[in-house]
């Protein structure tokens, strides 16, 4: 929750993660093989075979005497990330890698992204909105999606909870010295310290937490009032155990590229003005601002439109028990399907499960990739959708009369149980009836895994009491509950040594060639990022088709 927000609250960093990032829930591959190979390119002959419990054979392709064509990639995942991935190849890659096949486990497909739409509400069960960078916006346009586009609000604001007061985030550095979350003192610190007038770095080797980072650069303050709720936001994460360099890479290398925060932005500023710049693709619709984006039925219009476009290339209810590596190159894979068995073979083949679960798949092939990814974390999280009638908030948290604004975001320290809560009714239009807000409220994480013991009416009294705490009036009505929606293993966490776990991964499938890691562990936990991630996926999967194809 790639992908907010809660981690839709995007003031706070250069980079907005999503809140779930979405490519992947708790379940198994799939994989099926596809269309007729292109004539153009030669193809390895392989065996395929249907096993006696299935009664179909695979569809469009075609040989002799038994021995078939691979299809050029194979997905195993249908999640945000899978998808994602299969639409870059047939859009950028198309000629190199023409036959692509997507497989789910489940019986639909996008992952963590769930919409809910009933009496008159529509409501997000995991991931809430998304960056619209150019590789988002890209992702959309080609899958139809530009006329759904709707945008927050860029001047909405965010609200961080301190000493009892939802205080405005600053929207812009000019908001600065006018927004009373921090101290004078606090603004100075984090001053002087963009500047690199603080401690020294730590010596080479000690890799930094978030907290060890935010600290030293930019003082208590900020560390306290503002990024350590936004690592709540984002990954629903333990800021001193989270990695600066691998959950918040962008601004960890600005001190190392610039030697301060300020020094590294300036010297970005001037290596893009340098850089030769490729002309923006006209297709794009022109966001306004810092803000966030959803479609006008929900973020679920993405994978449905995607898997749409892809046709009979995504197989769904494919249950991927065996894959396996051939001797002259190439996997053959096995799935579990409605059916029956099916032992399919492919060139390549893209992993986008969650880690945990290509750790299972994929530790025949490497056992010490599979113990690699075993090591990721994933903390529970609970998405709770509550409404109220609009006269229950509090008239200090009304402007112009409405609730207006992003959300909030609870710091631990300020003894509340909930991570933050998205104005959802505020954020996009038609997301509730007349008279009515609609609030998303997230709850859980790496510091309070034990919401999976409690209730679900447990966890919706924990939510209600902490808005009657801060926004709601304390004699407000019951809540319309809509939705609990309680993910076991929700957000992949960045902790200290992220990178060296996920090189490990990597290297252990190094005999694996056409093997490829993708996903938000991989790529990162916002929506957007999960996007690019794909995109380098794909091209990663291009260049070895194209280089290294069984010819």
């Not at 921090?182 to 770095?201: C, Q, T």
């Not at 396996?324 to 032992?343: A, H, N, Q, R, V």
Request: proline share 8%.
């Amino acid at each position: 929750m790639s992908t907010a927000r809660l981690a839709d609250l995007p003031s706070l960093a250069a980079t907005q993660p999503l809140f779930f990032s979405a490519p992947h829930g708790h379940r198994p591959p799939s994989v099926y093989l596809g269309p007729k190979p292109n004539k153009a390119t030669p193809s390895l002959k392989l065996r395929c075979s249907v096993a006696k419990e299935s009664t179909i054979s695979p569809l469009g392709v075609s040989g002799e005497g038994g021995q078939l064509g691979a299809v050029d990639c194979v997905v195993v995942g249908g999640g945000i990330s899978g998808l994602c991935i299969a639409q870059a190849l047939a859009t950028k890659h198309g000629d190199a890698v023409p036959n692509v096949i997507v497989t789910e486990a489940r019986d639909r497909v996008g992952g963590n992204i769930i919409t809910v739409q009933k009496d008159g509400y529509l409501w997000e069960e995991g991931p809430n909105s998304f960056q619209p960078s150019d590789p988002m916006l890209t992702m959309l346009v080609d899958s139809g999606l530009k006329d759904d586009l709707v945008l927050g609000d860029p001047n909405a604001p965010r609200f961080v909870l301190w000493d009892g007061k939802l205080r405005p985030v600053p929207s812009s550095p000019a908001d600065i010295p006018f927004f009373d979350l921090m101290s004078i003192g606090g603004k100075l610190r984090a001053a002087f310290g963009a500047l690199g007038i603080r401690p020294s770095p730590p010596p080479p080797g000690h890799e930094e937490s978030v907290e060890e980072f935010v600290r030293r650069n930019l003082g208590d303050e900020v560390f306290e009032r503002l990024i350590e709720p936004f690592c709540s936001g984002v990954y629903a994460g333990d800021p001193s155990k989270l990695s600066m360099k691998a959950a918040f890479g962008k601004v960890w290398n600005l001190e190392q590229n610039g030697g301060s925060i300020v020094g590294g932005a300036f010297k970005a500023i001037q290596e893009r003005k340098r850089a030769h710049k490729t002309p923006r693709d006209p297709r794009l619709p022109k966001p306004k601002g810092q803000t966030v984006g959803s479609f006008r039925k929900g973020l679920s219009m993405l994978p449905d439109a995607i898997s749409s476009r892809l046709g009979s290339k995504v197989k769904l209810s494919w249950k991927l028990s065996r894959i396996s590596k051939l001797d002259k190159g190439g996997y053959t894979l096995t799935y579990e399907t409605p059916e029956g068995l099916i032992s399919l073979l492919s060139k390549s083949v893209v992993m986008t499960v969650p880690s945990h679960v290509a750790s299972s798949l994929l530790r025949p092939l490497s056992g010490a990739a599979a113990d690699a990814l075993s090591k990721f974390y994933y903390p529970p999280v609970a998405a709770v959708s509550i409404s109220y009638p609009k006269e229950a908030i509090r008239t200090e948290c009304l402007i112009d009369g409405e609730l207006k604004g992003f959300g909030q975001l609870h710091p631990r320290s300020q003894g509340l149980k909930t991570l933050g809560t998205i104005y959802s009714s505020s954020l996009f239009p038609n997301r509730a009836p007349p008279g009515r807000v609609l609030l998303l409220n997230y709850i859980g994480g790496a510091t309070n895994p034990g919401i999976l013991s409690k209730k679900e009416s447990e966890l919706v009294e924990a939510v209600d009491q902490d808005l009657r705490n801060v926004l709601l009036n304390r004699n407000a009505k019951d809540p319309l509950v809509l939705g609990v929606k309680v993910w076991p293993q929700a957000i992949p966490q960045f902790l200290v040594g992220h990178f060296d776990v996920l090189d490990a991964a990597k290297a252990g499938l190094s005999d694996s060639q056409g093997l490829f890691l993708g996903g938000n562990y991989v790529t990162g936990v916002a929506l957007g990022r999960c996007v690019e991630g794909a995109y380098d996926v794909a091209a990663e999967v291009a260049n070895f088709v194209s280089r290294y194809a069984y010819k």
